[in-house]
Nanobody, 121 residues
């Protein structure tokens, strides 16, 4: 079974930067989408960014120009570089992927365990 393991969250001052990493474990046959969502206690989980299999990358308006999503195709690891962070970026960030595991024909949805990002002075 594929698991998504996140790292890189923490506490940062406004205007600072963090980089989140999402590393899948297990053997993957094909990835359709990879991305990041975030959630605060009083809000629903919201879309941040994703990339689909043709390379098209989409960002939420709230993070455009500040966040950059990238991937390492060699090991399927993906990254979220977050610059010019604001207090309203404070949330638990979850990586997400729609993929087909090796030996399977079904597309399954996977979520990481979440990593806390806190932007505060």
């Amino acid at each position: 079974q594929v698991l998504l393991v996140e790292s890189g969250g923490g506490l940062v001052q406004p205007g600072g930067s963090l980089r989140l990493t999402c590393t899948p474990s297990g053997t993957i046959f094909k990835i359709y989408t990879m991305g990041w969502y975030r959630q605060t206690p009083n809000k629903r989980r919201e879309f941040v960014t994703n990339i689909i299999s043709d390379g098209t990358t989409t960002y939420a308006d709230s993070v455009k120009g500040r966040f950059t999503f990238s991937r390492d195709n060699l090991n399927n690891t993906h990254y979220l570089q977050m610059n010019s962070l604001k207090p309203e970026d404070t949330a638990v960030y979850y990586c997400h992927s729609a993929l087909v595991e090796a030996g399977s024909s079904a597309t399954t949805i996977h979520w990481g365990q979440g990593t806390q990002v806190t932007v505060s002075s």
